[in-house]
């Protein structure tokens, strides 16, 4: 069991059941359009901010951290998953992390507007730290999993949960403890904070005759950035919500010895996962979508 729940956790591994060279060159294809979009946007992304002294704020800086959290899958996984077929971890905590800081920094801006920012620019830099700490924390496991052994009469770096866990059933409470922590509550959070904004914005009367043009230009500026992180939350949803489904189905079929068609199963997988990789190419198209700014950042950058 442990075997098959490391694969379904961290990617997929080939399979001799279902692994057809059309959809290998597919996946080839995929993935390389995937690393393109993500290095070139989330790059551009953190140049944007960095040389525009007026978007350092901290909701920019929150979405700086998932580019450069993004920007790691394609720069040290793609390469291998292209030549190996092959996937493991990224720090998805980080990311999810900054999408709930987000949806406080937009709350309080929306129900408290007249406030100061409960998250300054000081306190948000100590939060994107903790959340690259707690991301790391949390998958000491994995390292510690990891075993060299000869295969083959080679030489590979394997995961052996045993080594960490006395037997599969702590396996599955560890994983299942990770998504309700990093994956559900944050969802849960994330849908009540947004849910009050929009109540919020709803009970808000359209600006009068005597309404001052700063405080109409104040509202407009928030139900953009609104739009913008709700965005960034329901594309992070579409990607990363079929996936774990797959995952916790496949970890619950494997603990009471289930059976799935192979090939179905595997075809399955290769789809929830190419979609939860789409993720990192998908926010800094959302942004230069949803974002005056930052498209106005894209044209200052390539002179246009």
Not at 91 to 117: H, K, T
Not at 160 to 179: G, P
Not at 215 to 238: C, D, M, P, T, W
Request: charged share 15%; net charge positive; aromatic share 12%.
């Amino acid at each position: 069991m442990s075997t098959n729940l490391s694969a379904t956790m961290n990617g997929t591994q080939p399979s001799n059941c279902y692994n057809p060279t059309a959809l290998r060159i597919g996946h080839t294809i995929a993935y390389c359009v995937i690393f393109i979009i993500s290095v070139v946007g989330n790059s551009f992304i953190g140049i944007i901010v960095y040389k525009t002294k007026t978007m350092r704020k901290p909701i920019n800086n929150l979405i700086v951290n998932m580019a450069m959290s993004d920007l790691l899958f394609p720069i040290f996984l793609i390469p291998k998953t292209v030549v190996e077929i092959h996937d493991d971890d990224w720090p998805l905590e980080a990311i999810l992390a900054s999408l709930v800081l987000i949806a406080v920094d937009r709350f309080v801006a929306v129900v408290f507007p007249l406030r100061s920012p409960l998250i300054s620019l000081k306190l948000c830099r100590s939060f994107i730290l903790a959340t690259w700490i707690i991301a790391m924390a949390t998958f000491i496991p994995y390292l510690l999993a990891f075993k060299l052994v000869e295969y083959d009469h080679e030489y590979k770096c394997v995961r052996q949960w045993m080594r960490v866990f006395d037997d599969s059933s702590s396996v599955t409470k560890y994983f299942m403890a990770l998504f309700i922590a990093f994956f559900y509550i944050p969802f849960v959070l994330m849908f009540i904070l947004y849910l009050a904004i929009f109540l919020k914005l709803k009970s808000q009367r359209g600006p009068g005759e005597h309404s001052m043009n700063a405080q109409i230009q104040r509202l407009r500026r928030e139900k953009n950035a609104l739009k913008l992180s709700i965005a960034i939350v329901l594309g992070f949803a579409v990607c990363w919500i079929p996936f774990s489904i797959f995952a916790l189905v496949r970890m619950f079929a494997d603990e009471n010895n289930a059976t799935m068609s192979c090939g179905f199963k595997q075809l399955l997988e290769q789809v929830a996962l190419l979609l939860s990789r789409t993720n990192s190419a998908m926010n800094p198209c959302i942004c230069f979508i949803f974002s005056g700014n930052y498209r106005q950042g894209l044209n200052n950058l390539l002179g246009c």
